[in-house]
Protein backbone atom coordinates (compact mmCIF):
# COMPACT_ATOMS: atom_id res chain seq x y z
CA UNK A 1 0.00 0.00 0.00
CA UNK A 2 1.30 3.37 -1.03
CA UNK A 3 -1.79 5.37 0.46
CA UNK A 4 -4.55 4.69 2.86
CA UNK A 5 -8.06 7.02 2.98
CA UNK A 6 -9.67 6.48 6.66
CA UNK A 7 -12.50 7.15 6.57
CA UNK A 8 -14.37 9.48 9.61
CA UNK A 9 -18.19 8.96 9.89
CA UNK A 10 -20.32 9.71 13.11
CA UNK A 11 -23.96 9.29 13.06
CA UNK A 12 -26.28 6.83 10.54
CA UNK A 13 -29.50 8.32 10.26
CA UNK A 14 -31.61 10.24 7.92
CA UNK A 15 -30.85 13.62 8.79
CA UNK A 16 -28.99 16.61 7.00
CA UNK A 17 -26.40 17.21 9.97
CA UNK A 18 -22.76 17.41 9.29
CA UNK A 19 -21.87 14.92 11.15
CA UNK A 20 -24.45 12.35 9.38
CA UNK A 21 -25.34 10.30 6.78
CA UNK A 22 -28.38 8.55 5.93
CA UNK A 23 -28.07 4.24 5.99
CA UNK A 24 -28.74 4.12 2.32
CA UNK A 25 -25.83 6.90 1.68
CA UNK A 26 -23.85 4.38 3.56
CA UNK A 27 -25.09 1.57 1.66
CA UNK A 28 -23.76 3.04 -0.89
CA UNK A 29 -20.22 4.00 -0.13
CA UNK A 30 -19.78 -0.01 1.30
CA UNK A 31 -21.07 -1.33 -1.97
CA UNK A 32 -18.80 1.29 -3.96
CA UNK A 33 -16.27 0.20 -1.79
CA UNK A 34 -16.99 -3.26 -2.45
CA UNK A 35 -17.15 -2.74 -6.50
CA UNK A 36 -13.74 -0.68 -6.73
CA UNK A 37 -11.71 -4.08 -5.48
CA UNK A 38 -9.83 -1.80 -3.19
CA UNK A 39 -8.33 -2.89 0.38
CA UNK A 40 -10.59 -1.78 3.41
CA UNK A 41 -7.97 -2.88 6.32
CA UNK A 42 -8.44 -2.82 9.58
CA UNK A 43 -7.37 0.81 11.55
CA UNK A 44 -5.00 -1.06 13.94
CA UNK A 45 -3.22 -2.68 10.49
CA UNK A 46 -1.74 1.28 9.81
CA UNK A 47 -0.18 0.98 13.54
CA UNK A 48 2.68 -0.64 11.47
CA UNK A 49 4.33 0.32 8.95
CA UNK A 50 2.79 -1.11 5.17
CA UNK A 51 5.12 0.45 1.97
CA UNK A 52 6.47 -3.22 1.42
CA UNK A 53 3.06 -4.22 0.97
CA UNK A 54 2.46 -5.01 -2.26
CA UNK A 55 -1.46 -4.26 -2.26
CA UNK A 56 -3.00 -1.05 -3.95
CA UNK A 57 -4.23 1.77 -2.34
CA UNK A 58 -6.45 1.27 0.97
CA UNK A 59 -9.17 2.41 3.01
CA UNK A 60 -10.11 1.87 6.52
CA UNK A 61 -13.11 2.91 8.12
CA UNK A 62 -13.59 4.40 11.58
CA UNK A 63 -16.59 6.24 13.74
CA UNK A 64 -16.35 9.39 16.12
CA UNK A 65 -18.12 9.16 19.45
CA UNK A 66 -19.74 5.92 19.53
CA UNK A 67 -23.35 6.91 18.67
CA UNK A 68 -25.63 3.62 19.03
CA UNK A 69 -26.91 4.21 14.99
CA UNK A 70 -23.62 2.50 14.11
CA UNK A 71 -24.59 -0.71 15.84
CA UNK A 72 -27.83 -0.60 14.54
CA UNK A 73 -27.11 0.39 10.86
CA UNK A 74 -23.63 0.40 9.92
CA UNK A 75 -22.17 -2.44 11.53
CA UNK A 76 -24.86 -5.26 9.60
CA UNK A 77 -23.90 -3.28 6.27
CA UNK A 78 -20.42 -3.82 6.84
CA UNK A 79 -20.98 -7.43 7.60
CA UNK A 80 -22.39 -8.34 4.74
CA UNK A 81 -19.33 -7.40 2.72
CA UNK A 82 -16.74 -8.90 5.55
CA UNK A 83 -14.71 -4.98 6.03
CA UNK A 84 -13.49 -4.14 9.59
CA UNK A 85 -13.82 -1.06 11.04
CA UNK A 86 -13.12 0.65 14.36
CA UNK A 87 -15.62 2.55 16.72
CA UNK A 88 -14.42 5.57 18.76
CA UNK A 89 -16.08 5.52 22.66
CA UNK A 90 -16.34 8.39 24.88
CA UNK A 91 -16.49 6.08 27.87
CA UNK A 92 -17.93 8.33 30.35
CA UNK A 93 -21.06 8.65 28.27
CA UNK A 94 -21.81 5.09 27.45
CA UNK A 95 -25.53 3.90 27.11
CA UNK A 96 -26.37 7.88 27.53
CA UNK A 97 -25.76 10.33 24.97
CA UNK A 98 -23.75 13.14 23.50
CA UNK A 99 -24.39 15.77 25.52
CA UNK A 100 -21.20 16.75 26.92
CA UNK A 101 -20.28 20.04 27.98
CA UNK A 102 -18.68 22.00 25.03
CA UNK A 103 -21.14 20.23 22.63
CA UNK A 104 -21.85 22.67 20.21
CA UNK A 105 -25.71 23.62 20.05
CA UNK A 106 -26.15 22.34 16.15
CA UNK A 107 -25.14 19.03 17.09
CA UNK A 108 -27.81 16.26 17.41
CA UNK A 109 -27.89 14.89 20.21
CA UNK A 110 -28.31 11.05 19.65
CA UNK A 111 -28.11 8.10 21.98
CA UNK A 112 -24.72 6.40 22.28
CA UNK A 113 -23.93 2.66 22.38
CA UNK A 114 -23.64 1.17 25.79
CA UNK A 115 -20.85 -1.65 27.40
CA UNK A 116 -22.78 -4.61 25.62
CA UNK A 117 -23.54 -3.55 22.15
CA UNK A 118 -19.66 -1.99 22.14
CA UNK A 119 -18.91 -5.94 23.51
CA UNK A 120 -21.52 -7.47 21.13
CA UNK A 121 -19.28 -5.09 18.37
CA UNK A 122 -15.70 -6.29 19.59
CA UNK A 123 -17.22 -9.99 19.13
CA UNK A 124 -18.06 -9.59 15.71
CA UNK A 125 -14.65 -8.12 14.75
CA UNK A 126 -15.01 -4.17 15.44
CA UNK A 127 -12.39 -2.72 17.02
CA UNK A 128 -13.30 -0.60 19.94
CA UNK A 129 -11.09 2.18 20.19
CA UNK A 130 -11.07 5.68 22.67
CA UNK A 131 -12.24 8.87 21.87
CA UNK A 132 -11.34 10.18 25.95
CA UNK A 133 -13.90 9.29 28.98
CA UNK A 134 -15.64 12.73 28.34
CA UNK A 135 -14.81 14.57 25.04
CA UNK A 136 -13.13 17.99 25.84
CA UNK A 137 -10.76 19.90 24.03
CA UNK A 138 -7.27 18.05 24.70
CA UNK A 139 -5.20 21.69 23.37
CA UNK A 140 -6.91 23.47 26.47
CA UNK A 141 -6.00 21.26 29.13
CA UNK A 142 -3.13 20.53 31.44
CA UNK A 143 -0.95 18.01 30.52
CA UNK A 144 -1.84 15.83 33.53
CA UNK A 145 -5.22 16.01 32.83
CA UNK A 146 -4.92 14.88 28.85
CA UNK A 147 -2.74 11.63 30.22
CA UNK A 148 -6.14 11.32 32.92
CA UNK A 149 -7.97 11.44 29.96
CA UNK A 150 -7.01 9.01 27.97
CA UNK A 151 -5.93 6.39 30.95
CA UNK A 152 -9.52 7.45 32.49
CA UNK A 153 -10.61 5.87 29.09
CA UNK A 154 -8.46 2.85 28.56
CA UNK A 155 -9.24 1.65 32.11
CA UNK A 156 -12.64 1.61 31.10
CA UNK A 157 -12.71 -0.26 28.00
CA UNK A 158 -10.50 -2.78 29.14
CA UNK A 159 -12.26 -3.12 32.51
CA UNK A 160 -15.67 -3.54 30.27
CA UNK A 161 -14.43 -5.24 27.32
CA UNK A 162 -11.80 -7.49 28.48
CA UNK A 163 -8.68 -5.50 27.01
CA UNK A 164 -7.25 -2.27 26.92
CA UNK A 165 -8.10 -0.47 23.27
CA UNK A 166 -5.04 0.18 21.08
CA UNK A 167 -6.18 2.89 18.95
CA UNK A 168 -7.21 6.36 19.94
CA UNK A 169 -8.77 9.61 18.30
CA UNK A 170 -8.59 13.26 19.40
CA UNK A 171 -12.23 14.63 19.90
CA UNK A 172 -12.68 16.78 17.58
CA UNK A 173 -9.42 15.87 16.19
CA UNK A 174 -7.74 18.51 17.91
CA UNK A 175 -4.39 17.65 19.03
CA UNK A 176 -0.87 19.71 20.17
CA UNK A 177 2.76 18.19 21.23
CA UNK A 178 1.58 17.30 24.60
CA UNK A 179 -1.18 15.56 23.51
CA UNK A 180 0.15 13.70 20.52
CA UNK A 181 3.27 12.81 23.03
CA UNK A 182 0.93 11.07 25.59
CA UNK A 183 -0.88 9.03 23.12
CA UNK A 184 2.09 8.02 21.49
CA UNK A 185 2.95 6.32 24.98
CA UNK A 186 -0.49 4.93 25.44
CA UNK A 187 -2.33 3.94 21.92
CA UNK A 188 -0.79 1.77 18.90
CA UNK A 189 -2.12 4.38 16.40
CA UNK A 190 -3.76 7.80 17.02
CA UNK A 191 -6.21 9.45 14.37
CA UNK A 192 -6.84 13.26 13.87
CA UNK A 193 -9.00 14.92 11.06
CA UNK A 194 -6.31 16.49 8.94
CA UNK A 195 -7.94 15.81 5.32
CA UNK A 196 -5.49 13.96 3.11
CA UNK A 197 -4.64 10.29 2.99
CA UNK A 198 -2.29 8.41 5.43
CA UNK A 199 0.90 7.71 4.19
CA UNK A 200 3.73 5.30 5.35
CA UNK A 201 5.55 7.89 6.78
CA UNK A 202 2.88 9.40 9.36
CA UNK A 203 3.64 10.05 12.60
CA UNK A 204 1.48 7.16 14.56
CA UNK A 205 0.24 9.26 16.85
CA UNK A 206 -1.27 11.72 14.37
CA UNK A 207 -2.56 9.83 11.51
CA UNK A 208 -5.19 11.58 8.75
CA UNK A 209 -8.42 11.18 7.87
CA UNK A 210 -11.14 11.77 5.21
CA UNK A 211 -14.11 13.68 6.60
CA UNK A 212 -16.81 12.06 4.67
CA UNK A 213 -19.21 15.14 5.00
CA UNK A 214 -17.42 15.90 2.04
CA UNK A 215 -18.08 12.97 -0.13
CA UNK A 216 -22.16 12.17 1.47
CA UNK A 217 -23.63 11.48 -1.71
CA UNK A 218 -22.29 8.53 -4.05
CA UNK A 219 -21.04 10.29 -6.76
CA UNK A 220 -18.76 12.43 -4.72
CA UNK A 221 -17.68 9.14 -2.72
CA UNK A 222 -16.47 7.59 -5.78
CA UNK A 223 -14.34 10.52 -6.19
CA UNK A 224 -11.95 9.18 -3.41
CA UNK A 225 -10.95 6.23 -6.31
CA UNK A 226 -9.90 8.95 -8.60
CA UNK A 227 -5.81 9.98 -9.67
CA UNK A 228 -6.31 13.19 -8.36
CA UNK A 229 -7.96 12.60 -5.09
CA UNK A 230 -4.90 14.02 -3.34
CA UNK A 231 -5.05 17.73 -4.91
CA UNK A 232 -9.00 17.58 -4.08
CA UNK A 233 -8.22 16.95 -0.18
CA UNK A 234 -5.45 19.37 -0.24
CA UNK A 235 -7.61 22.17 -1.83
CA UNK A 236 -10.05 21.39 1.11
CA UNK A 237 -7.75 21.53 3.20
CA UNK A 238 -6.52 24.91 1.87
CA UNK A 239 -10.49 26.20 1.96
CA UNK A 240 -10.36 25.24 5.84
CA UNK A 241 -7.85 26.99 6.89
CA UNK A 242 -8.67 30.19 4.67
CA UNK A 243 -11.82 30.00 6.32
CA UNK A 244 -10.69 29.80 10.16
CA UNK A 245 -8.60 32.86 9.14
CA UNK A 246 -11.87 35.12 9.29
Not at 11 to 36: C, K, Q, W, Y
Not at 76 to 90: K, S
Not at 178 to 190: I, K, P, Q
Request: with cysteine; charged share 25%.
Amino acid sequence: MKRVAVLTYHMIEDTRSPLAISPNEFRGHVEALAASGAPVVAPSRLAERFAADSAPDAFAITFDDGFASVAEFAAPILREHGFPFAVFVVTSRAGRDNDWPGQPPWVPRRPLLGWDAMGSLAAAGGEIGSHTASHPDLTRLAPNAVIEEMERSRRDIAERLGQPPALFAYPGGLSDPASRAAAGTLFAASFGTRHARMRDGDDRAGIPRVEICYFREVREFRRLFSPGIDARLAARRLLRKARRLF
